[in-house]
């Protein structure tokens, strides 16, 4: 256990639905983050929260909107996603300081699949 | 855009031989760290290295991070069917809360 929980862990839409992700975390991290993994692809990342503030939008389409609550939450509001959406979805936290950031802990991912 | 390349993308080895994944950064890198994802789990953290020339060791694996701290490697020592998995780096800049990761390299040892 890694003391990062995503729900659910397999979710299967078609085009037209709309659905979250959920992301908890445990660890009393001041960040947290949305990550993509396709296939063949390097992990890309999506949306970075710190103390609940969106820092970075890597030109995510609209279609992709984050929400953080509170710093120990985060959700991955999903609409009219498109199949090539398909992956897996992996949420993180990590500490955030003065220095940089340290660890980032990874949470089991969702795999979607968008038919 | 900053970008992150890992090579070689795919290894398969026998058991008990060595191996090295190299990355290779578009720009200088503060820090960078190395993940390791097992066949359908998630990256889990390995190490971070943050000075110029640093070495590190865990058991059979070694981590370098380049005079430049623009490149790092990670070389497992008479590997084992246990190293099965994706090697993924992570670099970031200074003055940023993100991290750019590697393309990762695909281990398969073969027993």
């Known amino acids: 256990e890694t003391g990062v929980t995503q729900t659910p862990r397999h979710l299967v839409m078609g085009m037209t639905n709309k659905k979250s992700l959920k992301c908890e975390q445990h660890?009393?991290?001041?960040?947290m983050y949305w990550y993509k993994q396709s296939a063949k692809k390097p992990l890309e990342l999506m949306f970075v929260?710190?103390?609940?503030?969106?820092?970075e939008n890597n030109s995510v389409p609209s279609r992709f909107s984050p929400e953080c609550p509170n710093s120990s939450h985060l959700f991955l509001h999903l609409h009219t996603l498109q199949p090539e959406d398909s992956a897996l979805y992996l949420c993180?936290?990590?500490?955030?300081?003065?220095?940089?950031?340290?660890?980032?802990?990874f949470g089991p991912g969702t795999r979607l699949t968008v038919l | 855009g900053q970008q992150v390349m890992q090579i070689p993308q795919y290894q398969h080895v026998q058991e008990g031989e060595d191996f090295t994944t190299y990355c290779n950064s578009s720009?200088?890198?503060?820090?960078i760290q190395w993940y390791k994802q097992r066949p359908g789990g998630h990256p889990v953290f390995l190490i971070q290295?943050?000075?110029?020339?640093e070495v590190k060791k865990q058991k059979r694996l070694t981590f370098q991070f380049g005079e430049a701290k623009k490149n790092s490697s990670l070389h497992i020592t008479a590997t084992q069917t246990t190293d099965v998995g994706t090697y993924f780096c992570?670099?970031?800049?200074?003055?940023?809360?993100?991290?750019?990761f590697g393309t990762g390299t695909r281990l398969k040892v073969l027993a």
């Open positions: 290295l943050v000075k110029s020339g």
């Open positions: 660890l009393g991290h001041n960040a």
């Open positions: 720009t200088t890198l503060s820090n």
């Open positions: 992570a670099g970031t800049t200074s003055g940023t809360y993100k991290y750019i």
């Open positions: 993180a936290s990590s500490q955030v300081g003065l220095a940089g950031t340290d660890t980032q802990y």
């Open positions: 929260y710190n103390f609940k503030e969106q820092t």
